[in-house]
């Protein structure tokens, strides 16, 4: 593993850089007239202090907002741009320090600050490291429903320190590996087996984020605004969104990164049956099973399941068009699959 | 006087057409999931029901926002998008029909809501037909400072109709024609000469619209976020910006287009004094001080004045640096100017 490492994007660099040296260097060349450190109450709390110290930032104003998905909203934009205010101008900087709710929440609000001011994303879970943080979307919860309002704005630069990821929990790390797993059977055939191989070792997981990252941005430099080969990130997600949505409201949530994998479960066997392959993601599925905790729900909650599906944003003209798998790195989001069929694939979920 | 014109810009274009007729094209071609039609009461009032006839848009969804700057806030976008919520998808369209405050409010709205839908503007005033509706920028007010949050975002069409004028009132036309003698001052000697012509006989209305559009689209296709030669347009309003925002917190508010005016002569005679060119905008000051209404303060108001301007948002790095003019036709926005001598121009206002 090299000490550090810069996969150049087409809008920015991200920099795999335990010592947060490389963002040293920007802090200083870039000479901003302010820098405001965004983090929510747990980098607060484990990431803050170390932060400082690595990048030695002496002058600089903190904003704090409440950690947990509820509240990545509107109000907590408003309370950041509040805060902005008295000290922030079109030259100042923000450093959006933490998971996704805080580089969702703060590149929204830099976005839209005085027509947008330069953001950096320094994401300190798994799960941000390899997907929330990179992409370009952001955005906020608005009328209980999610992402309703945001941009599309690249970051200045990602900034990745793996030592955050000892203040990571077993649940989170485990939820970020639904989407890395995602990605991985989206990339190909190689990158899958180096997936399965680091998830038994757990060994380089510098690797593995860097293997994420060049392969989302490689999706994402081509097609920012999902019109086409991004739609394939959606794999798991038709399901898998509606489940995490329907558990929430319930009030017995799910990390997302579980849900994806229920969702992908649920695409792959759907993925069998539009390519007419009979088992043919059998090995995925049943890794899919035995590593990621189930989802659990009932037969008769599947009408409100399924109606958070048929509501989905992703939805064009009521039609649901979920991404889905030909075969380990050949994706396909073309194909309308009826609400009959994916009934029948969370009814399978159940019961298998 | 052509019966429509055309004029096309980098990212969309701008369709002079007294009918709409190039409107209506727009929508049957387009075919979006909903169209919504954003009013504000003035528009609802005087150009709704003229509008629904012209375009003969039959299914749509109608939103009202109360008339007036005070109302271009956060407040009022939260108003629209939760009314879009449950009538708006990504597909949808969204028509800005109305002045500034509309297209503002609209355009930001329909920005940020779900990252972006489609929006066209239907500018009813001639100051947003010259100005506010083209350009790419919009913006609300928060925390009691303008503009605080915005996108740059294009309007995928403009439509303009003089049709709508015959309701402006003789105060908003003066005020809009402070703004189009800024443009011409800085078109070109021609295009003043034009302009003048076109101020006394009040003829040929579309030409000068059609002139204002195409040189305003000629700069900010070339400098959209105000990097180098956009800031030229700031020419008046250093110092305009500074007495309407003034006006306004006294409870004695100035159209737009009025201050712009009386910015313009206090910086005018700056270039005058920058340039080394004794008394040389002479004519174009006597035009501006006669007709258009003096912008009342006096000179124990002028600290209070000036510390708006000094926490101008165009500053950088708190130095003042207003667009001026060398010659007609020849503008410069890298000098720096003391306070002392926009104070001492703010006097001569006054005096003279």
Known sequence: MKESEVIKGKFYSVHIDAKLKSLRSFLKEKKYSSVIVLTDSNTQEF???????LTRLKIFFHINIEAGEENKTLETAIAVWNKMLPVADRKSLLINLGGGVVSDTGAFAASVFKRGIDFINVPTTLLSMTDAAIGGK???????????????????????????????????MKSAYGEIAKQALLDGKKRWKNFLEHFSSKENTEDVIASAIKFKLKIVDKDLKDHGIRKQLNLGHTVGHALESFCLEKGRPV??????????ICELRLSEQVF???????AEIEFLKINFPRVEFSE?????????????????????????????????????????????????????
């Open 138 to 172: 952001n955005g906020v919860d608005f009328g209980f429903k999610k992402n309703q309002l945001g941009t599309f704005a690249h970051p200045k630069a990602i900034f990745i320190s793996v030592s955050w990821l000892k203040s990571v929990s077993d649940l989170e």
């Open 276 to 282: 007419k392959k009979k088992n043919f993601f059998h």
């Open 47 to 53: 990431c803050l202090e170390e932060f400082l110290a």
């Open 255 to 264: 990390p997302h990164g579980m849900a994806v994998a229920a969702g992908m």
């Open 300 to 352: 008769s909650e599947l009408p409100e399941i399924l109606s958070f599906i048929s509501s989905d944003k992703k939805n064009e003209n009521r039609k649901v068009k979920p991404a889905l798998l030909e075969k380990i790195g050949k994706a396909n989001w073309e194909n309308e699959v009826s609400l009959k069929k994916i009934e029948a694939s969370l009814n399978e979920y159940i019961k298998s």
